[in-house]
């Protein structure tokens, strides 16, 4: 019997998440097919967000395009790559462009952001100074972001590319390749033609 409810109660829950990702598609600029958005996300601005076939969104991802902050107008837009996977808890957030290639995987409470709020205006408390000058992200196709890792502005991680479990990367990672710490640091390379490189690449910072 307890077996059965078990069986029931997924059941009964992935037809809900297929309500809830129908309600919540219709208001975005592009969904693709057979996505999956588990309750409860924040997707600020749906227009401004697109998400291929076969994403997942787990629970608590805050999505962030902005149009306005402050008096000032922004053109943030938000793209997610066919089979990428939104970890619990990751916020993202964009005054230009976040792109998130196909098939990149992004752990709990990571936070990727084009902009920062501008600290050097100190006549306000930071949380509601006016925005630094956007500077476009983009994640290359494959790779994993770890757990509560942060993404700054202007950075690019290459194609099938690793970031640590809290690692701070403020500058472009190289494809194929380890990055950890705070500040990042590629700590190695993965493939068999930059496996010399090794070594070297322990003393590349990155962030």
């Not at 307890?2 to 809900?16: H, M």
């Not at 790559?81 to 290639?101: H, L, T």
């Not at 990149?104 to 409470?109: P, T």
Request: charged share 20%.
């Amino acid at each position: 019997m307890r077996k059965q409810f078990l069986v029931l109660s997924k059941k009964l829950r992935y037809r809900g998440l297929r309500v809830y990702t129908w309600l919540l598609r219709s208001g975005l600029k592009h969904c693709g097919k057979r996505v999956r958005i588990e309750f409860p996300v924040r997707l600020e601005q749906p227009g401004r967000i697109s998400i291929g076939d076969d994403v997942v969104l787990y629970s608590r991802t805050w999505i962030n395009p902005v149009a306005e902050w402050m008096g000032h107008s922004y053109d943030g837009h938000v793209v997610i790559g066919d089979r990428s996977k939104i970890g619990y808890g990751v916020q993202i957030s964009s005054a230009q462009s976040v792109v998130i290639e196909e098939d990149v995987a992004i752990a709990a409470n990571a936070v990727i952001v084009d902009h920062m709020h501008d600290h050097m205006q100190v006549d306000v408390p930071i949380f509601i100074a006016p925005l630094s000058r956007p500077a476009p992200v983009r994640i290359g196709k494959g790779s994993f972001l770890g757990a509560s890792c942060f993404i700054g502005p202007g950075v690019r991680i290459g194609e099938h590319a690793s970031i640590g479990a809290n690692a701070v990367v403020n500058k472009d990672v190289p494809d194929y390749s380890v990055a950890m710490g705070n500040p990042a640091r590629v700590f190695r390379y993965h493939t068999p033609a930059t496996e010399k490189n090794e070594d070297a690449a322990s003393k590349v910072q990155v962030g």
